[in-house]
């Protein structure tokens, strides 16, 4: 896994294709893919027969995609649940733009057991001890200034840090990933502190002063997690595809360790995975009762992130939230 990152990244698509799949491999037919909030994504045919899927940016926005693969690197090394392989990310000068390209999910039907499978397999990856998940190294990485000097944990020994090896994205806001040994003060200055900066032109003087006593009183509302565990982020159904084996793919992740049920908590945020998911997942990992209280303190982050990306329609859920917790 030495420099991986640095090996997978190219200075143009066809470097990256040529790489993976030999220099006879051209791409043939280039199909646009809906359903993504942020990049142009595209199904790439090539003439050795392959497909594979291609995300791409402007050539500024570059930083989206290694952080994305450095979360789908994390989440595939934990060897639980379906990840993309990633097979390449760069700058293509000529083209203009940034990309990702990574193994083509073909979609299939669920099988009969997809959702206990995608709950057990869930829980897997919360359960894999972090020192398990090697780090790639790359120069961001190398030189940030408060880089842990072993994040995930050394010799066995589980390490009981928030964070990851880098500031990535949560959509295309910034999402701050400054290890921390507390959950709730990670929780409070990586995640909710930067959302409410951002959302302040937003809140009048009642919910700022809500906002400022959750944040000082948040010990009270959560609790420090016994484990950490990696996250996937941004689990809601939109970053979730069946796959031609039956199960589910995980997508598009905002990958840091965290708790858990922060993970459990984005499955609920706009509808909810059927209980099927939920009775397995407690089968491998528990949920504590209480998590039923913090849910909607971990809904906050997601929807002032909301706030922040696409206006005013979220602020009446910020608010409820505050409302519930702070009278
Ligand atoms: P964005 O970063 O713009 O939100 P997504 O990663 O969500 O884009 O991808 C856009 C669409 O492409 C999604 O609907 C998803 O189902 C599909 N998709 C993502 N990754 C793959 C893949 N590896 N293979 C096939 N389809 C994919």
């Known amino acids: 896994m030495i420099n991986e990152i640095f090996q997978l990244q190219y200075h143009s698509l066809n470097e990256a294709v040529h790489t993976a799949f030999g220099n006879d491999a051209e791409i043939c037919k280039t199909d646009p893919v809906h359903g993504g909030d942020i990049n142009n994504a595209c199904r790439l045919s090539l003439s050795t027969g392959e497909k594979v899927f291609v995300k791409t ?30 097979l390449g990310t760069g700058i293509d000068e000529q083209r203009g733009f940034s990309f990702l390209l990574l193994e083509w999910i073909e979609s299939a039907p669920r099988s009969k057991n997809y959702w206990e499978t995608f709950g057990h ?8 001890p972090l020192p398990r998940i090697k780090e790639p190294q790359t120069a961001a990485y190398n030189q940030r200034e408060q880089r842990p000097s072993s994040f995930f944990g050394t010799r066995g020994q589980p390490s009981s840090r928030y964070g990851f090896w880098e500031d990535n994205f949560i959509g295309s806001n910034p999402q701050k990933n400054l290890p921390m040994a507390s959950w709730i003060d990670f929780y409070r200055e990586c995640r ?23 944040l000082d009183h948040l010990d009270s ?14 689990l809601w159904s939109g970053n979730v595809l069946c796959g031609n084996n039956g ?41 504590d009762k209480g998590f039923e209280e913090r849910r909607d303190l971990y809904h906050l982050y997601h929807l002032l992130n909301h706030l922040n990306l696409f206006g005013r329609t979220y602020l009446g859920s910020v608010a409820a939230i505050l409302n519930r917790y702070v009278s």
């Open 57 to 86: 940016n402007t050539i500024n926005n570059s930083k989206f995609f290694i952080t994305e693969s450095q979360g789908l690197l994390a989440l595939k090394g934990t060897g639980t649940i379906g990840v993309p392989k990633v």
């Open 121 to 128: 397999e869930l829980a897997d990856m919360h359960r894999t």
């Open 221 to 234: 509302y959560l609790r420090e997690p016994e484990f950490s565990s990696l996250l996937h982020g941004d």
């Open 247 to 287: 199960k589910a793919w995980i997508l598009d992740p905002a990958a840091y360790v965290g708790d858990f049920e922060t993970d459990l908590a984005m499955t609920q945020l706009f509808g909810s995975f059927p209980s099927a998911f939920y009775s397995a997942y407690r089968e491998i990992n528990p949920i």
């Open 192 to 214: 909710l502190v930067p959302q409410i900066k951002m959302a302040e032109h937003y809140l009048d003087s009642r919910l700022r002063k809500k906002m400022t006593y959750l």
